[in-house]
């Protein structure tokens, strides 16, 4: 047999990740094997002319969470796709694709900027993601705060 065999991680219904493009860290994430796509908070989220071209401005979490910087960020490569909420509405969201550290892992993958206000978790963690790469263990939390973050 070719190839190289990956192992996949163990971790748990909730976990810490940090997102070093976006200067967060420690953040709670819920693991939603329900998702295919991750998603993140935010309290804004608009498209503005910046040096002539057009680049979306995010301010992520909101005034309530505790790493609330209210400083926006600005991203040149986005997208708009139609996604099918909790719900099951569908809704028209803002994508940006940005990297996650869980478990030692730096992944880039794709967000879906949404505003999840009143709910415990800012940030979902979908299949997407978790593809090839982690086992959830719904009896498990945290696991990344027992190992080192970076490797």
């Given at each position: 047999?070719?190839?190289?065999?990956?192992?996949?991680?163990?971790?748990?219904?909730?976990?810490?990740?940090?997102?070093?493009?976006?200067?967060?860290?420690?953040?709670?994430?819920?693991?939603?094997?329900?998702?295919?796509?991750?998603?993140?908070?935010?309290?804004?989220?608009?498209?503005?002319?910046?040096?002539?071209?057009?680049?979306?401005?995010?301010?992520?979490?909101?005034?309530?969470?505790?790493?609330?910087?209210?400083?926006?960020?600005?991203?040149?490569?986005?997208?708009?796709?139609?996604?099918?909420?909790?719900?099951?509405?569908?809704?028209?969201?803002?994508?940006?694709?940005?990297?996650?550290?869980?478990?030692?892992?730096?992944?880039?993958?794709?967000?879906?900027?949404?505003?999840?206000?009143?709910?415990?978790?800012?940030?979902?963690?979908?299949?997407?993601?978790l593809n090839k790469?982690?086992?959830?263990?719904?009896?498990?939390?945290?696991?990344?705060?027992?190992?080192?973050?970076?490797?």
């Amino acid at each position: 047999m070719t190839g190289v065999s990956m192992e996949k991680l163990t971790i748990g219904r909730r976990e810490i990740a940090d997102f070093p493009e976006i200067y967060l860290s420690g953040l709670d994430v819920k693991i939603d094997t329900g998702a295919y796509t991750s998603s993140i908070h935010v309290c804004e989220c608009a498209e503005e002319l910046k040096d002539g071209k057009s680049q979306l401005r995010v301010v992520f979490l909101d005034v309530g969470h505790p790493q609330y910087t209210g400083i926006p960020i600005y991203f040149e490569a986005f997208k708009m796709k139609k996604v099918k909420s909790s719900t099951g509405q569908e809704q028209l969201r803002y994508f940006i694709r940005m990297k996650i550290l869980m478990l030692g892992k730096l992944i880039e993958t794709d967000f879906s900027l949404t505003q999840r206000n009143g709910m415990k978790y800012p940030i979902l963690i979908g299949r997407k993601l978790l593809n090839k790469r982690f086992v959830v263990d719904t009896a498990l939390v945290n696991v990344s705060k027992k190992k080192n973050r970076i490797k």
